[in-house]
């Protein structure tokens, strides 16, 4: 998340192929990579290219710089198209995000994505969709939105909702970060390649024998990352994040024996109350839901609730990014104030134009 503008004369998606190897590399590195309007749609123009171009066989996505594949969107643009009311040029830069998410997820060809670094946001939705997802060692993915009073989108409930246990729940609500370990415990990644070896396996695949098996190639560099630590906090996480509101979730959390699940629950409290509420049903509803697609449309809804609706986005915007006091002033400021059915009339918001249209 970060508003730092690239040079304009420098392509903001570096596009080449060689040797049957067509790849995408975001290229904001000061921005650490976030995406805006133009990175998605020239990431949709070269697809559609390359999915008929007999040359390319295999699609690598990755960032420059050194800092991480992506860290989000632009969101101090998205807090000014909500607070002068231009929501409608949110809701454009949405429709593309998402359609660019399914793409990549249904792509026919295989799709590797290096999450080397920050991966968080807006880069789950560009890496953790994809056909073979790696992780290194510098590695650092999330799902950060409700700390600034969003709510995970870009098919990100999707992946959260089928973690283990209630790890989505866990960490849908507090945008935790997480390492290779965690990532791939998760089901947010694949395989663990250290970072000094993402160039051998980029090499490997422009001169790979076999054009068909990328993952039988990847394995050749696959190691086994440290355990996750996700897997050994999951009796508390399951535990606490099961019960049926936030607010019990709070008490759970609070019961607990453990130093981790009394810091989540100071974490929570200072989080917006409306985010966590919608958050915590997302993810339950999207475990019901047939598909990403799915997911996905019921994430522009939400999006588009909390924009044109709901002032914490645009404080949690205004806390952390912007201004960056770290004091957002929450509407309402606590879970007691929160009406009971805010969730509900969330997830029955229907843009006046649909994503899938």
Not at 325 to 340: N, V
Request: charged residues 25%.
């Amino acid at each position: 998340m970060t508003d730092l503008a690239e040079p304009a004369a420098e392509p903001t998606v570096l596009v080449s192929t060689s040797g049957g190897l067509g790849r995408l590399t975001l290229n904001r590195p000061r921005a650490i990579n976030a995406l805006n309007l133009s990175m998605v749609q020239r990431m949709h123009e070269t697809l559609d290219a390359w999915e008929h171009d007999s040359e390319v066989d295999i699609v690598l996505l990755d960032g420059a710089g050194d800092r991480g594949l992506c860290a989000g969107g632009d969101v101090r643009g998205l807090a000014e198209q909500v607070t002068s009311g231009r929501a409608d040029d949110a809701a454009v830069f949405f429709r593309e995000e998402y359609a660019l998410n399914a793409r990549i997820a249904e792509y026919p060809k295989p799709f590797v994505a290096f999450a080397d670094g920050i991966t968080m946001g807006g880069g789950i939705g560009v890496a953790g969709h994809a056909a073979i997802r790696i992780v290194t060692e510098r590695s650092k993915l999330a799902m950060p939105e409700t700390r600034i009073g969003f709510t995970p989108d870009v098919g990100g409930t999707w992946l959260l909702a089928h973690a283990p246990g209630r790890l989505g729940e866990y960490l849908g609500l507090t945008g935790a970060v997480m390492d290779a370990a965690d990532a791939i415990y998760a089901g947010f990644a694949d395989h663990f390649v250290p970072h000094e070896n993402l160039d051998a396996l980029h090499d490997a695949f422009e001169t790979r024998a076999d054009p068909s098996s990328p993952t039988e190639l990847v394995l050749l560099f696959d190691e086994t990352p440290e355990r996750s630590t996700l897997e050994d906090a999951r009796p508390w996480i399951d535990d606490a994040f099961a019960a049926d509101t936030v607010p019990e979730i709070v008490e759970r959390l609070r019961a607990r024996p453990e130093a981790e699940a009394s810091v989540t629950a100071d974490l929570l409290g200072e989080l917006s109350p409306t985010g966590l509420a919608v958050t915590l049903a997302a993810v339950r509803r999207a475990r019901e839901l047939p598909g990403l697609r799915d997911a996905l449309d019921q994430e522009y809804g939400l999006v588009m609730w909390f924009a044109t609706t709901q002032p914490d986005l645009a404080e949690g915007i205004r806390a952390q990014v912007i201004d960056k006091d770290r004091s957002p002033r929450w509407q309402p400021a606590t879970l007691a104030d929160l009406p009971p059915d805010v969730a509900a009339s969330a997830l029955a918001h229907r843009p006046d134009v649909p994503l899938w249209g």
